[in-house]
């Protein structure tokens, strides 16, 4: 299996669970914790994890040059994209959240193009308008039921928004580290800034939980967001980029509003209907189309 295959896979596999994440991590909030404590979880918990997995690779020196690249790669990641996005989540609905993350591969574009010079052909720019399109489908048509409480729709759209922006800035901006450094060495760096960069901010809700009367439905899920939702799916993303660029792993996102859905139908939490089977098929070809690699050498850039 070559490399190419292996990093789709990989950015598959972190849809996937950023999918499964929004419904299992909202049940959680905010009966048994604050969305900002759930933010220490996740940075101390990968953190944790990342160095532990660091013992049993080759050590890796950082360049001071890039010191500051990954200062603020830790800051848009592991900072204000978490808050964000968890805080977001809280306050609307889990199919909002997995319908607004689509809007990541179009930032991903502009940023790509603009520092990256990447080349954009026309299947490419075809396929996030087809997935795009899915997705817009999905958020008109197909939001038909809410699973759980939603306090302030309009402001945690608004945050979530925020949390695309820096997500895919964050891709763009780690996008030439994975050339140099391992998955490993960067995230266990990334991570350990980000406890220092959101622990005045977390901690208040950390030492508010009732640690002693958490159920084990509370503690699953707090267990699958730290090694799933953190630890698994940024491992797993920094990998893809290694080999494909950031516009490709950012149209994955367009699959998460499907794999949302599909997840509250297994639960009895939602319904399938003919609108939300047309605007998966038009995620599906969307992803596919913007991930397949072009044969043609000097593609007409958009």
Same mark, same amino acid.
């Given at each position: 299996?070559?490399?190419?295959? /292996?990093?789709? /896979? $990989?950015? /598959?596999?972190?849809?996937?669970?950023?999918?499964?994440?929004?419904?299992?991590?909202?049940?959680?909030?905010?009966?048994?914790?604050? $969305?900002?404590?759930?933010?220490?979880?996740?940075?101390?918990?990968?953190?944790?994890?990342?160095?532990?997995?660091?013992?049993?690779?080759?050590?890796?020196?950082?360049?001071?040059?890039?010191?500051?690249?990954?200062?603020?790669?830790? #800051? /848009?990641?592991?900072?204000?994209?978490?808050?964000?996005?968890?805080?977001?989540?809280? !306050?609307?609905?889990?199919?909002?959240?997995? #319908?607004?993350?689509?809007?990541?591969?179009?930032?991903?574009?502009?940023?790509?193009?603009?520092?990256?010079?990447?080349?954009?052909?026309?299947?490419?720019?075809?396929?996030?308008?087809?997935?795009?399109?899915?997705?817009?489908?999905?958020? !008109?048509?197909?939001?038909?039921?809410?699973?759980?409480?939603?306090?302030?729709?309009?402001?945690?759209?608004?945050?979530?928004?925020?949390?695309?922006?820096?997500?895919?800035?964050?891709?763009?901006?780690?996008?030439?580290?994975?050339?140099?450094?391992?998955?490993?060495?960067?995230?266990?760096?990334?991570?350990?800034?980000?406890?220092?960069?959101?622990?005045?901010?977390?901690?208040?809700?950390?030492?508010? #939980?009732?640690?002693?009367?958490?159920?084990?439905?509370?503690?699953?899920?707090?267990?699958? #967001?730290?090694?799933?939702?953190?630890?698994?799916?940024?491992?797993?993303?920094?990998?893809?980029?290694?080999?494909?660029?950031?516009?490709?792993?950012?149209?994955?996102?367009? !699959?998460?509003?499907?794999?949302?859905?599909?997840?509250?139908?297994?639960?009895?939490?939602?319904?399938?209907?003919?609108?939300?089977?047309?605007?998966?098929?038009?995620?599906?070809?969307?992803?596919?189309?913007?991930?397949?690699?072009?044969?043609?050498?000097?593609?007409?850039?958009?």
């Amino acid at each position: 299996m070559n490399n190419r295959i /292996l990093a789709l /896979l $990989a950015a /598959l596999g972190a849809t996937t669970i950023y999918g499964l994440n929004h419904t299992i991590a909202k049940v959680v909030m905010p009966h048994y914790i604050g $969305a900002f404590g759930f933010i220490m979880l996740r940075v101390v918990g990968a953190a944790i994890l990342f160095w532990i997995l660091s013992l049993f690779t080759t050590k890796e020196k950082i360049d001071r040059k890039d010191y500051p690249r990954i200062f603020f790669g830790a #800051v /848009l990641g592991m900072c204000i994209n978490m808050l964000m996005f968890f805080k977001g989540l809280q !306050l609307s609905t889990p199919i909002n959240s997995g #319908v607004i993350v689509t809007l990541t591969p179009i930032i991903i574009l502009i940023l790509s193009a603009i520092f990256l010079k990447e080349r954009l052909n026309s299947t490419k720019f075809f396929g996030i308008t087809l997935g795009f399109s899915g997705a817009l489908l999905l958020i !008109l048509y197909g939001n038909t039921t809410q699973l759980v409480n939603a306090p302030n729709i309009p402001l945690g759209n608004t945050m979530m928004l925020i949390n695309s922006i820096c997500y895919g800035s964050y891709l763009v901006l780690v996008k030439p580290l994975t050339k140099k450094y391992s998955t490993v060495t960067l995230m266990k760096w990334m991570f350990l800034l980000g406890i220092f960069m959101t622990f005045p901010i977390t901690y208040p809700e950390v030492i508010a #939980v009732s640690w002693s009367t958490l159920p084990f439905d509370a503690i699953w899920r707090m267990i699958f #967001v730290i090694v799933g939702t953190t630890f698994l799916t940024y491992m797993l993303n920094v990998y893809a980029l290694k080999s494909l660029p950031p516009t490709t792993i950012g149209a994955f996102a367009y !699959l998460q509003p499907l794999i949302t859905i599909v997840y509250a139908v297994f639960t009895g939490n939602d319904s399938l209907d003919g609108i939300k089977i047309i605007a998966c098929l038009l995620v599906f070809l969307g992803v596919y189309l913007v991930s397949r690699k072009m044969k043609i050498k000097h593609a007409k850039v958009i």
